[in-house]
C-alpha cells in the first residue's frame, strides 16, 4: 500500500543507519559538516549546514545588510536571500562587494538566491524576456560569491505531463546561462503549483541530461503537493545543494493549507525521524534553510526570537532524528 505523507504515522519505523550518521559525526574539516564560529562561541558539528530563508522574517522590512548581520549573529552556517531585496540594496547606492565582505565576515555560505521569472512559460518571447533577467540575476548572485538561484516554474498554471520533454528543454536554456555566470539555476517543487509532483520534477530534471542539473525541495512543499517520503531516497541527495526546511499542521487539511501555515520545525506532523536519515542515507549533505511565512509569529514575536527558535527548532529535530534507530 502507498502511504501518503498526510496520514503517514512514522514514529516505531525503524531505519538502518550507519554508525557514522548516528554517532561522532566523524567528518574531515572540508565537508559539510565542518564547524562554522559566530561571535567567538563554536556550534554544534552536524553534517548538514543549518540555514536561513530571509523569508522568514520578511515582515520586518530589514535591509539585507541587516539580514544578513542578524543571521550571522544568530549562529547560522548559510543564508539565502531574495533578489528583490539585494536590486533594493543596489538601488540605494549599496555595492555586492560591500554584501559579500558582510556575508565572509559572517561565515555564511550563500546557499541560494529567491528570485522569479517567467522562463516555463508557453510563450516564446516571455520566455526570452526571462532568459534576460535570469543572466542578469545569475550575474548579481555571482557577485556576491553565490552559485544557486531558485527557478520555480512560473510562467504556467498547469503542468501538461505529455510536455515533460519540452519544459526539460526550457530548463536546458536557463541551465546553460550557467557557463556564462557560475550560477546553477535549481528548479523547484511547488506544493500548490504546476509542478508540485516530485516525480514531474524528477523527470525534468533527468530528461535535460544536463550535468548540473538538480532541484530544490521544501518539506512543506513536498507534503503540500501529496507526495510521498517513502521514496523520497530514490533522489541523488548528493545533487540537492539545499533544502528548504519547516514544518506543516495537522489542521487544516493538506489540500488547504498555505504558505502562512507553515510552523518552526518539530512542531507540526512532518515525521522528521524519517525524512532526515532518509536524506542522509540518499546523499545529502548540504544546507537545511528555514523558510516560513507564518503572519502569526511575526505579530508575536521580534526577529531575533524567530532567527533563535528557528536554529535551535532545527538543530534539535536534526540531532533527534539521527539519533532514532
Request: hydrophobic share 35%; aromatic share 8%.
Amino acid at each position: 500500500m502507498n502511504h501518503k505523507i498526510s496520514r503517514r504515522k512514522a514514529i516505531g519505523n525503524s531505519l538502518k543507519i550507519s554508525g557514522a550518521a548516528l554517532t561522532g559525526f566523524a567528518f574531515s574539516k572540508n565537508d559539510s559538516s565542518q564547524i562554522f564560529y559566530h561571535n567567538n562561541q563554536p556550534k554544534k558539528t552536524l553534517p548538514f549546514r543549518i540555514s536561513l530563508n530571509t523569508s522568514t522574517i520578511m515582515a520586518y522590512k530589514l535591509d539585507v545588510d541587516k539580514q544578513i548581520e542578524m543571521v550571522a549573529d544568530a549562529g547560522f552556517d548559510g543564508i539565502e536571500l531574495w533578489m528583490r531585496d539585494i536590486k533594493a540594496y543596489l538601488d540605494k547606492g549599496g555595492s555586492s562587494a560591500q554584501l559579500k565582505k558582510k556575508l565572509e565576515t559572517g561565515n555564511l555560505v550563500l546557499e541560494n538566491i529567491i528570485g522569479f521569472s517567467k522562463w516555463c512559460s508557453d510563450d516564446r518571447e516571455e520566455r526570452k524576456e526571462a532568459i534576460d533577467q535570469l543572466r542578469e540575476e545569475m550575474q548579481i548572485t555571482a557577485s556576491l560569491g553565490g552559485k544557486y538561484i531558485a527557478a520555480p516554474v512560473q510562467g504556467i498554471s498547469s503542468l501538461d505531463r505529455g510536455k515533460c520533454d519540452e519544459y526539460a528543454q526550457r530548463y536546458n536554456a536557463i541551465l546553460a546561462l550557467e557557463q556564462e555566470t557560475g550560477v546553477t539555476p535549481v528548479i523547484e517543487l511547488w506544493g500548490a503549483g504546476a509542478l508540485h509532483n516530485l516525480a514531474d520534477c524528477a523527470h525534468i530534471v533527468i530528461s535535460t541530461g544536463h550535468p548540473k542539473a538538480t532541484m530544490l525541495l521544501d518539506v512543506y512543499h513536498v507534503y503540500r503537493g501529496g507526495n510521498d517520503w517513502d521514496t523520497v531516497d530514490c533522489l541523488n541527495g548528493k545533487r540537492l545543494p539545499v533544502i528548504h526546511m519547516n514544518d506543516y499542521p495537522e489542521s487544516p487539511e493538506r489540500e488547504s493549507l498555505t504558505d502562512a501555515h507553515r510552523v518552526f520545525p518539530g512542531e507540526g506532523i512532518c515525521p522528521f525521524d524519517v525524512v532526515i536519515p532518509k536524506l542522509y542515507e540518499a546523499g545529502f549533505s548540504g544546507g537545511f534553510s528555514v523558510e516560513l511565512f507564518n503572519k502569526e509569529y511575526w505579530s508575536t514575536m521580534d526577529a531575533e526570537t524567530i532567527l533563535k527558535k528557528s536554529y535551535e527548532n532545527t538543530v534539535r529535530v536534526i540531532e533527534a532524528a539521527l539519533k532514532k534507530k
